[in-house]
C-alpha cells in the first residue's frame, strides 16, 4: 500500500478544517495549524507536509506577510500551496497576494472535488519536485553550457505505473536525461516549458491512453523531430494495428531489458 500524503491545514475557519479530517482522513494523513508563523514553520519542519491548505477565516488578511513568506518557502521545497473560503474570500486572497495560491477552492464544493484538485495538484508537485535535476541540465544547455563533457540527449518517459517510470529511468540515467510523467496532462505540462529529443508512451493509462496522448502531443507541439515510441505491455494485435496507424517511431513490449532499450534509443541520438 503506498504511503498517504500528508496535508497540513492552516486557519483559524475551524469549521472546513474539522470536516476535512472527518472527510479526508482515510485520504491523507493531515494536521492542523495557526498561522502564527513559528507555529507554520515548526509544522513545516516536523511533520513534512507535501501541500499545505488555508482554510481562510478572519486573521489571514492580518497575517498575509507571514503566509507570503511561508508560501515563497514552500516554493523552494516543492510543497504545494491551496486555499478553500468563499468565492470572495478567495477572490480578495489571491488579489491581495498577487495570485499566491497554486489551487483555489471556492465553496461550496464537494469534498470529492477537493480531493481531486489536492491530488492532481500533488501528482504536478511530486513530477516538477523530481525533474528539478534535469531543469538544471536544460537551463545550461540553453545558455550553452556542456556539462559532463557533452550535451546529452534527453528522454520523456510517459506511465502510469510508478515502478515501470522509476526502471525506465534506472536504465537510462547512465546515457539520457530523463524526465518521467505519470500521465499526458502532465507531459503536456513539461513540455510547454522544456524540450525533448525522445519520447516513451505506455498504451493503457487512465484518462488517456496513449494514442490519445500522441494525438493530443502533435496536435499541441512541433513534433516533428522527436521520435515517439511505445513502450507497453498491451500485446492485442488489433490495438497494436491502432497504435501503428499513428505512425510512431517504434513499439516495444514489456517487459524489456536495458540493453534492447538502450538499443532502440541509440537509433535517434546521433
Not at 99 to 105: C, E, F, G
Not at 113 to 126: A, G, H, P, R, V
Not at 186 to 200: G, N, V
Request: glycine fraction near 4%; aromatic fraction near 8%.
Amino acid at each position: 500500500m503506498a504511503e498517504k500524503k500528508k496535508v497540513l491545514l492552516l486557519g483559524d475557519n475551524g469549521t472546513i478544517m474539522d470536516d476535512i479530517f472527518i472527510r479526508l482522513r482515510d485520504t491523507y494523513t493531515l494536521m492542523s495549524s495557526s498561522i502564527r508563523y513559528e507555529d507554520m514553520e515548526n509544522h513545516m519542519f516536523f511533520f513534512q507536509p507535501d501541500a499545505m491548505i488555508l482554510c481562510i477565516g478572519q486573521k489571514e488578511e492580518q497575517n498575509m506577510q507571514k503566509i507570503i513568506t511561508l508560501k515563497r518557502k514552500l516554493t523552494r521545497e516543492y510543497i504545494a500551496f491551496g486555499i478553500i473560503g468563499s468565492p470572495e474570500e478567495c477572490e480578495r486572497f489571491q488579489r491581495m497576494s498577487m495570485n499566491m495560491a497554486d489551487i483555489v477552492m471556492p465553496r461550496p464544493i464537494k469534498m470529492e472535488t477537493i480531493k481531486e484538485m489536492i491530488n492532481d495538484f500533488l501528482q504536478e508537485s511530486e513530477f516538477f519536485k523530481n525533474e528539478s535535476s534535469y531543469m538544471t541540465t536544460a537551463a545550461a544547455e540553453e545558455a550553452g553550457i556542456t556539462l559532463n563533457g557533452n550535451t546529452r540527449k534527453h528522454v520523456l518517459v510517459i506511465d502510469d505505473d510508478p515502478m515501470m517510470l522509476k526502471i525506465v529511468k534506472d536504465h537510462l540515467h547512465d546515457n539520457y536525461d530523463v524526465a518521467t510523467a505519470p500521465s499526458g496532462k502532465i507531459a503536456y505540462k513539461f513540455l510547454e516549458k522544456k524540450h525533448t529529443d525522445i519520447i516513451l508512451l505506455d498504451y493503457q493509462m487512465p484518462d488517456e491512453d496513449g494514442p490519445t496522448v500522441l494525438k493530443n502531443l502533435r496536435k499541441q507541439f512541433d513534433m516533428s523531430k522527436t521520435p515517439v515510441l511505445f513502450l507497453t505491455g498491451v500485446a492485442d494485435r488489433e490495438k497494436i494495428r491502432e497504435a501503428l496507424a499513428l505512425k510512431p517511431q517504434g513499439y516495444l513490449l514489456k517487459p524489456i531489458d536495458k540493453e534492447k532499450l538502450l538499443g532502440n534509443l541509440d537509433k535517434f541520438s546521433n
